[in-house]
């Protein structure tokens, strides 16, 4: 099988590293608009040698796994040279603006819209883990448009990788996803500008921070060229998402304000019940 | 040494673990106004037998780890039993209340204010962890009011366990932990109730939900009833900390909204350097 990777960060390089193992003799190819990045990329062993779009056309697979915006770019390019039984397939955190950009495209039914809920806070190819696709779920979305040969060496490669799949059409996945992934970022990304800011003031007040801080502040670490084109192409779910919040946090503030701690004790127990949500996913 | 401790939750049960590792022969009595915590906690050996208030007078150390609106009663009933050479610490996470409340008591030299910043989300005896405060940061306040005999007693007993020692008032202790603890604590269950909110309309929701989800609603899982009486002691600072966490996201929120994308990229990349502040924690 013949892989090449467009993207050679942290989702390309762990697609890399975990294609290697589950399938010995994998010819993998690769390439990444950072020098750096590809010379690294090379270094790792992540890719067997650079390749470009001209042989797009003889890969089994090619993987775009570069920021939202330049995803959409990528993949019409990448349709413009495949090969009839090319299988393309993306890893963004978007899927609306691309199943758009792609729909007329008379490739359209090379590629696989996907996205594999996985990462870390860190980005690059020196990031890149082996196992980080095992046991997560991979959302696949408009399956239908895919050519039922390719839907299939797609779905063989996911198993192999041991991730589990859903099926949603694109709007449902952005909304959704706003939700249990894009407003976590957010949420984290202010409440570590929060501290830093009473930090000019207060020196020291990280020598206070114990776990509960590390772990709620843990994506403020994440990539804005990352996580900048998410914000963009998700922006009305995303302000939806945030609307919300800000109210929920206003309200609890307001109830502080005005004593009514019995009130606080029944918010906080109602959302206990988050616990056992939270056991499915770890 | 005899060591009797009041509250036999996540707390003092890893009290107990951790002093009979360090102080091979200790004899550890306890309390706790749950019967059944009381029984889980000899089930699980936490303590050798059980004792009241009257038994306070022979022990050498008493620690009260109940929640902290329980903890200012129960510091002055401590306070008039004990025994010329007892030393009292607590383990709350809000300090100017306690401290305002002992001020005046004739054995204030007896007591020393404690707060580890050590714990998980779980609660109750069996959550006790014998390694909770290795390596952990406990910060004491008003140390000058404590006997210099018991002062040294218990850092001989902080030492022991692995506990970073730092000094402050309780003030400024309550204005920097409401940043780096109470605050994380709000936007963790107020993400988590935003998200379950979501989940009523929209079945499912969770499947979607991977580690980041997972790191940043942890929190949550956090017992209301040690919270609720925190939130009500260092209701000003916290106030004051949601204020600001609120007015930053509504900021954040009007860049999206103006597609100011490029301004959206530099504020995140701006809270990026929180990373070499918390490769300091971890």
């Not at 013949?2 to 390089?13: E, N, S």
């Not at 010995?24 to 650079?50: C, F, M, T, Y």
């Not at 980005?123 to 039922?148: H, M, Y």
């Not at 609307?243 to 127990?269: A, G, H, P, Q």
């Amino acid at each position: 099988m013949k892989v090449q990777i467009i993207g050679l960060g942290l989702i390309g390089g762990s697609f890399a590293l975990a294609l290697r193992k589950a399938s010995p003799g994998v010819e993998i190819l690769g390439s990444d608009v950072n020098e750096d990045h590809l010379q690294k990329a090379q270094n790792l062993k992540l890719i067997d040698r650079p390749a470009g779009l001209d042989e797009v056309e003889n890969a089994d697979v090619v993987i775009i796994a570069v920021p939202v915006d330049v995803a959409k770019k990528v993949a019409i390019e990448v349709l413009d040279h495949v090969g009839i039984n090319t299988l393309v397939f993306d890893a963004g955190s978007t899927k609306t603006g691309l199943c758009e950009s792609i729909a007329a495209h008379p490739n359209r039914r090379n590629f696989l819209a996907a996205h594999p809920i996985a990462g870390t806070e860190f980005s690059g190819p020196a990031a890149a883990v082996e196992d980080l696709f095992c046991n997560k779920t991979n959302i696949i979305c408009e399956v239908e448009k895919t050519a039922f040969k390719l839907q299939e060496r797609a779905l063989e490669i996911f198993q192999k990788l041991g991730m589990r799949i859903r099926y949603m059409d694109p709007k449902a996945h952005d909304r959704h996803i706003a939700y249990v992934s894009h407003l976590s970022h957010i949420s984290s990304f202010m409440l570590g500008k929060t501290v830093l800011e009473k930090e000019r003031n207060e020196k020291d007040i990280f020598d206070l921070a114990g776990s509960g801080f590390a772990s709620t502040v843990r994506l403020a670490k994440s990539s804005p060229a990352m996580w900048t084109p998410i914000f963009q192409q998700n922006k009305d779910n995303i302000l939806e998402t945030l609307e919300e919040y800000i109210n929920n946090l206003t309200k609890f503030k307001s109830l502080i304000e005005n004593d009514n701690f019995n009130e606080v004790f029944l918010e906080m127990e109602r959302t206990n019940h988050i616990k056992k949500i939270l056991n499915g996913i770890n």
